[in-house]
């Protein structure tokens, strides 16, 4: 069984920083490109990044790039989320995701991003 766990989230002021992790086990991690998504308030879930099996490929969505980075540890299964510079609109629930759509994902950890 597939089992991804997230943490690292909470509350945090516009321009903050957090750093999310996610353990994942029941499947080869080391062979499973990892994908972040979030889901804002009232909002359907959104892809922010990916990163390959071997981290040689890395993708941002537009609204992140530049802020965020996503890295992996294959030797420990975990993925992280490196948020930077934090805005409002990245509050959210944040998952981690053997899917761009999120089909299987985590439980998820919240970040908000208030004054």
């Known amino acids: 069984e597939v089992q991804l766990v997230e943490s690292g989230g909470g509350e945090v002021q516009p321009g903050g920083s957090l750093r999310l992790s996610c353990v994942g086990s029941g499947f080869s991690f080391s062979n499973t490109r990892m994908y972040w998504v979030r889901q804002p308030p009232g909002k359907g879930l959104e892809w922010v990044s990916d990163?390959?099996?071997?981290?040689?490929?890395?993708s941002y969505s537009a609204s992140v790039k530049g802020r965020f980075t996503i890295s992996r540890t294959n030797a420990k299964n975990t993925l992280y989320l490196q948020m930077n510079s934090l805005k409002t609109e990245d509050t959210g629930v944040y998952y981690c995701?053997?899917?761009?759509?999120?089909?299987?994902r985590g439980q998820g950890t919240q970040v908000t991003v208030s004054s």
């Open positions: 995701a053997t899917d761009p759509s999120g089909t299987v």
């Open positions: 990163i390959s099996e071997s981290s040689y490929s890395i």
